[in-house]
Every structure is written in C-alpha cells, then in structure tokens.
C-alpha cells in the first residue's frame, strides 16, 4: 500500500463561510453539507489542530460531510490570530490552561453550528491535535454532546472529569509512536475516565505518529508523518462511531 491520500469521492458537497463571534471574538468558520439531502442532518463540530482553520480541518470537514453529516469546520482562534505565530502559540497555551476559555470558544462553535438550517438534531464533535483537546474537554464538561472523538489529540488535563460529568460517549484514536502524546499519557488518561464512570473506546494504532491524517505532513518532521493505513483504519473507527451515536 503506498502512503499517498486518499482521493475525494463526492462532488455533491456545498460549503459556505460561516462568521459567528464569541463575545469581542470574530470568529470565521466553514460549513459543509451534502446538497442531496432535503432533511436536516445531525451536526458535526470539526476543531482544527494546532495551525488554525487550514486546509487540512477543512479537507476533514468535507470527508465527514461526505457521509451525510452537517459539519462545521469552527475557528477557534479568530481573524486577529490566523497567520502570527507566536499569537497561535499564545492562545494554544492560554486555552490550554484555562478550559473555561477552551469550551466558551468551542461552544460558541456549537451554537453556529446549531443556527445552520442544515443541522438537524444529534451533536458531536471531532477534533485532530489541539482539536482533540478541544473535544475531550468539552466531553469532560458535560456540554451536552452525543459523542467526542479526538484523532491524535492531545490527552492530557488540568482539570480531570468528575464521577459522572462525561454524559457523551467518547472515541480516541492514537498512535503508538507519537512522541507528543506519550502512552504514559493514554494510561492516565484511561484511568481518568474509568474513575469519571464514562463510555469511552481508545484505538492505539502501531507505528503511526503524532499528525497521521496529515497528508502534507513531512516525514521526520518533529515526529509528525502521515500514515495512510492509520488515516483509513481511524476514520472507519470514527464512521461507525457517528453512526452508532448519531444515527
């Protein structure tokens, strides 16, 4: 099998820019949606990974609405941040350690997502790096969601769910070479949610790295590398998920 991406198959996916804010925030994501559908759909809320709303989260928004969701590729940074450096880094960091902020910005993306005429009911989300954070901790908060999906994510948590918090079902996809998300931290992280009461699955994929869905991912770069077997395998994890939790 070679590791080129895989190729898109749809072309009955439309996308929109969507604008929403979050307080003084002016946030700008992208919605996608299958035009063949003439009913609401369950929503997705897609969280970009470290690099902001690229073109990686919205290649993902569209494969996810390729399978008949409405999805929104949310901005979590705004139009102040998009493109500085050492802003990203900045607000990574900050909404890292404050996940009050974290969820506020997210869930100002759920509330976007949930004014598109196109979503119908069911809500979850899927996050990739950074975005997978975003996902877990609003699963920790309890914020109402169907399911949480984090692929490569990080797993790490200054604030651990309480006993009985985690109401949505929850599917992390790892890679066993990730130096960024060492498996000490897939075991912490599993005894936190077996101490949470939650239902949770985690798939930890042999030889893949930290970014594995990244197609343009340079191989050796910062132990980052796209693994195609990883992508296929992880999205049909996540494909039976949605389906088992929205469907």
Same mark, same amino acid.
């Given at each position: 099998m070679t590791n080129s991406p895989p190729k898109a198959t749809s072309t009955s +996916? ?13 946030? @700008? ?7 063949? @559908? ?5 929503? +997705? ?10 073109? @990686? =989260?919205?290649? $993902? =928004? ?5 399978? &008949? ?8 940074? *705004?139009?102040? /941040? ?5 802003? +990203? ?29 196109? =979503? ?9 790096? !950074? ?19 984090? /692929?490569?994510?990080?797993? =790490? ?14 599917? /992390? ?15 912490? !992280? ?18 893949? $790295? ?11 770069? &910062? *132990? ?10 992880? !999205?049909?994890? +996540? ?9």
């Amino acid at each position: 099998m070679t590791n080129s991406p895989p190729k898109a198959t749809s072309t009955s +996916i439309a996308a929109r820019d969507l604008p929403y804010d979050d307080g003084d925030a002016r946030l @700008h994501g992208r919605f996608f949606w299958d035009e063949t @559908h003439d009913t609401p759909r369950p929503g +997705i809320l897609l969280v970009h990974g470290g690099a902001g709303l690229d073109d @990686h =989260a919205c290649d $993902q =928004a569209r494969r996810y609405a390729e399978l &008949g969701y409405a999805v929104l590729a949310c901005d979590m940074f *705004g139009e102040d /941040v998009k493109g500085d450096r050492e802003r +990203i880094m900045a607000t990574l960091m900050a909404m890292r350690d404050d996940p009050d902020h974290l969820v506020r910005r997210a869930q100002a993306g759920l509330d976007a997502l949930g004014r598109c005429p196109e =979503a119908g009911v069911g809500r979850a989300v899927v996050g990739f790096c !950074f975005g997978g954070m975003a996902a877990l901790t609003l699963a920790r908060e309890g914020a109402g969601l169907a399911g949480a999906v984090s /692929v490569h994510g990080t797993l =790490a948590t200054s604030r651990p769910a309480e006993t009985g918090a985690v109401k949505a079902r929850i599917l /992390v996809c790892h890679g066993a070479a990730d130096p960024h998300v060492p498996m000490s931290d897939v075991a912490v !992280f599993a005894e936190e949610m077996n101490r949470a009461g939650a239902d949770w699955q985690l798939t930890v994929y042999g030889r893949a $790295q930290h970014g594995f869905t990244h197609t343009n991912a340079v191989p050796g770069s &910062g *132990g980052v590398a796209y693994d195609r077997a990883t992508d296929e395998r992880s !999205f049909a994890a +996540i494909r039976t998920f949605l389906a088992d939790v929205l469907d």
